[in-house]
């Protein structure tokens, strides 16, 4: 099982944090977890490279790794922008000169900044268990997608299909898995040991159901639920099944800015806004809200808050979860939890409620 490295937790004082402002917000997440089904939450703040706190409320511990659901393509970002800042790779390319048979029933004009921004044009191309295990199987699948429409048209989440895309790029670049180069040219040099991709699920707490009242119901096989099943976690689907503590995340974001790892320019075109626009699909695979999109980050709306700065990016997670950093005040955040609800999904008031509040909090800390 991985060593989950324990970081000291500097404190408001030391990071510039409102010491009061960020009590309120614990108190609500500790609320959140003592008044609900929810199992367990783990949240973390941190500013300067350092972290103002770092708490788990219910039955986990600090040590404890989560399922990082769509937070994780922050992760997945931070890879990318890596690349795009040591030059070997450029928005323009096309994929299918980068990942070969790929150009296929018209997915050859499809572009790296198509892919990052889901624009590319095939949102649910399919490629479940257990091919997804075999490179030789994905590379056919991705010769098999079609066009739902042409890149670049319209925008719409590419759930699963565009980070395993993004995998292959890595590897075809790099000469390692995504994985690999997660590890070796970024979490293992930053220290940030908990952030991991295609690991055993026992190393990782369970997901639990929220709102089970009978043995005889079972979860939503898709969506969320898809990762409860340790075949298709190990499996390490890029975008949704890597895995940490909330510690590691929000440093993770704070490593983009005073690491040295990154190119300040390769962060600043990845946070930059392309567009604002209301993406399509139903409102439970992120469609419905007007987000602002980055590069493989959302900067505006998509359940983010609303009291940071326009420059404010990251990704919120099913169901409960939530990673930013404001370039701004300098505050960067990760909520963690391994509660869902049997749909995967909470789009009820109260639970969007929670979020909007839990959010607000985060951003307002300086």
Not at 35 to 49: D, I, K, Y
Not at 72 to 97: F, K, P, Q, Y
Not at 232 to 250: C, K, R, Y
Not at 263 to 270: F, L
Request: proline share 7%; glycine share 12%; with cysteine.
């Amino acid at each position: 099982m991985t060593e989950v490295a324990q970081h000291e937790v500097a404190g408001p004082a030391a990071t510039g944090v409102d010491p009061r402002r960020l009590d309120v917000l614990l108190r609500r997440v500790r609320q959140a977890v003592a008044e609900t089904p929810l199992p367990s939450m783990q949240v973390a703040v941190a500013r300067q490279g350092r972290l103002a706190a770092f708490e788990t409320f219910g039955d986990a511990t600090g040590r404890d790794r989560y399922v990082l659901q769509s937070v994780g393509r922050s992760i997945v970002a931070g890879v990318v922008w890596h690349l795009l800042g040591r030059g070997l790779l450029d928005l323009r390319e096309r994929v299918g000169e980068i990942v070969p048979g790929f150009g296929t029933n018209g997915k050859d004009a499809v572009t790296v900044e198509h892919v990052l921004t889901h624009t590319a044009g095939f949102p649910f191309a399919p490629l479940g268990y257990p091919k997804m295990l075999d490179r030789e199987q994905r590379l056919a699948a991705f010769a098999r997608w079609r066009l739902d429409y042409p890149p670049g048209t319209k925008f719409q989440f590419h759930l699963t299909s565009a980070a395993w895309l993004i995998g292959e790029i890595v590897h075809r670049r790099t000469g390692l898995t995504f994985a690999e180069y997660l590890r070796a040219e970024l979490t293992g040099p930053l220290g940030l040991s908990s952030l991991d991709l295609g690991v055993p699920a026992d190393t990782v707490l369970p997901m639990l159901a929220t709102d089970r009242t009978g043995d005889d119901q079972e979860p939503d096989p898709w969506g969320p639920w898809y990762l409860s099943d340790p075949r298709v976690l190990a499996a390490g689907e890029p975008s949704h099944a890597l895995v940490g503590t909330a510690a590691d995340v929000a440093l993770f974001f704070q490593a983009l800015v005073h690491s040295g790892r990154w190119t300040a320019d390769a962060v600043t075109e990845g946070a930059r806004i392309r567009f604002t626009r209301r993406p399509a699909g139903e409102e439970a695979y992120g469609g419905g809200t007007p987000v602002g999109m980055g590069l493989f980050v959302t900067v505006a709306g998509g359940g983010l808050p609303s009291t940071g700065s326009p420059a404010l990016f990251g990704n919120s997670g099913a169901a409960y979860q939530l990673g930013f950093l404001d370039p701004v005040s300098g505050v960067s955040f990760a909520l963690l939890c391994n509660g869902y609800p049997l749909t995967g999904y909470d789009l009820s008031e109260r639970g969007r409620t929670m979020m909007r509040t839990i959010a607000d909090l985060a951003a307002d800390l300086t």
